[in-house]
């Protein structure tokens, strides 16, 4: 007793271990899902831009230092003024050398510094700060906007994977059933109480069950590679928890949508503060902003800009060795510079056309994403209204079959039935169920669908 006690204790520490919830799959999706990571990498870029397109506005320093040393420098220079003059008239009896050169040091530093600054522009700049600002709104928005893609979806195939874990053990029962079935079929071919089309119809009718029950497994290994794709999870149906939780969040759903109404979800997925459309009316932003950038950058319109040039040149480090303020060579120049284009044979004008061109495509796309949210929410609502229509209709005849199935029980304990016909009944139900179950992923979906275009998340 002991030893089963401790056997058992074994097993349900290794279970605990091993299963996972809901919760921790949606944290480790908010941390390892690679289109959610992207999203924040391209926000972070986004961040950098616009630091860089701030820092466009500002002068620019920059500052260069060389040092030299001349292995063999220039030596000095001297000159005896006998070889020029009568000494004897000037009473230079003795050579009488002049230094006229004092020659090369062997080392020379050189000291540079130049200062620009953007005075006139025509807005570039400015637009340019208000472009980049806009492209990291927009990438904020597309990173909150993959996050609610990645976790409808994650919640999608969670519900799926309980519900395909319920279709496998169903077709499991319905391959047991089917074999018996099966094994009747034959007996009664062999005894001449059935007729042999009749028989292989039973074989026919359990092979679909294995084909079936096979295409579940793979339905279910799918699931599993895709909720570990969107959660770096190495997932298992088997080991997933709160199966009851689910349920009853695709139950919560259902009453929350039909209490606000198909015109009300339509209202909430076309407005003009959803996540969509607010994202296109940025890059419609970006495009009036481009386009600004461009009919400033025309022929004829010069940038102003002030360059300060500052230097300092000598074979003394300056500070540091002595005298270095007497042997140097500095100077200061201050540059306005005016840049502007005067004939490119008609490019910038053409660039200021391809950016209305742009500017009229996000208008466009903004009408087109308008037309496909439209149809996604009406494809998704005839979804669920269809497949609630299935449930009621596949509910009732369970009910119905669940009933024959008693009265052939009792007919078969009494004696005047048959195990054939109550296996059959059997099998009926449970496709019943299966339907039932296959409409309610086709519903789930559909209501998280909805869920996501209406923003309720």
Do not use: H
Not at 140 to 150: H, I, S, T, V, Y
Not at 301 to 318: Q, T, W
């Amino acid at each position: 007793m002991k030893k089963l006690f401790s056997v058992l204790l074994i097993l349900c520490i290794s279970i605990a271990c091993f299963a996972v919830t809901t919760g921790e799959l949606e944290a480790s999706l908010l941390v390892n899902n690679p289109a959610l990571r992207k999203a924040k990498e391209d926000a972070s870029q986004a961040l950098l831009d616009l630091k860089d397109a701030k820092a466009g506005q500002g002068p620019v320093l920059d500052l260069t230092i060389s040092g030299s040393y001349i292995a063999n420098p220039i030596d000095p220079i001297r000159v005896n003024l006998n070889d020029y003059v009568d000494g004897a008239t000037y009473g230079l009896t003795n050579p009488q050398y002049v230094t006229i050169y004092n020659g090369m040091e062997s080392t020379y530093y050189s000291f540079g510094l130049q200062l620009t600054q953007p005075i006139f522009t025509w807005g570039k700049l400015a637009k340019a700060v208000d472009i980049y600002r806009a492209v990291y709104d927009a990438r904020l928005l597309q990173q909150a906007d993959e996050k609610d893609k990645a976790l409808t979806e994650l919640s999608t195939r969670l519900y799926a994977s309980d519900v395909l874990l319920q279709l496998s053990q169903i077709l499991d029962e319905q391959k047991k059933t089917a074999q018996r079935l099966t094994e009747l079929a034959e007996s009664a071919y062999e005894n001449g109480m059935m007729l042999e089309t009749e028989a292989l119809g039973v074989r026919v009718q359990a092979r679909q069950i294995d084909v079936a029950s096979s295409q579940v497994n793979t339905a279910l290994d799918n699931m599993e590679v895709a909720v570990s794709g969107l959660t770096g999870v190495d997932f298992k149906a088997e080991d997933l928890e709160g199966s009851q939780q689910r349920e009853a969040e695709v139950d919560a759903l259902l009453k929350q949508l039909s209490a606000i109404g198909n015109e009300s979800i339509m209202d909430a997925a076309l407005s003009d503060e959803r996540t969509a459309f607010v994202l296109l009316e940025k890059m419609k932003e970006i495009s009036e902003l481009t386009k600004g950038v461009a009919s400033a950058s025309v022929n004829w319109k010069p940038d102003l800009a002030l360059v300060v040039n500052a230097s300092y040149g000598g074979p003394r480090f300056p500070g540091i060795e002595t005298d270095w303020y007497r042997k140097n060579d500095w100077n200061a120049i201050v540059t306005v510079a005016l840049s502007t284009t005067v004939y490119d044979g008609g490019k910038a004008v053409r660039d200021v056309q391809r950016k209305a061109s742009q500017l009229e495509q996000s208008t466009i796309d903004t009408e087109d994403a308008r037309q496909k949210i439209r149809s996604a929410v009406r494809e998704n609502l005839g979804t669920a209204e269809l497949c609630l229509a299935k449930i009621d209709y596949n509910t009732a005849k369970l009910e119905q079959l669940a009933k024959e199935g008693e009265q052939k029980k009792l007919a078969y304990e009494n004696g005047y039935g048959s195990e054939a016909d109550c296996l059959q009944n059997l099998l009926e139900q449970n496709n019943c169920t299966i339907e039932i179950l296959q409409n309610r992923i086709s519903l789930a979906t559909a209501l998280f669908t909805l869920r996501y275009l209406c923003g309720l998340l």
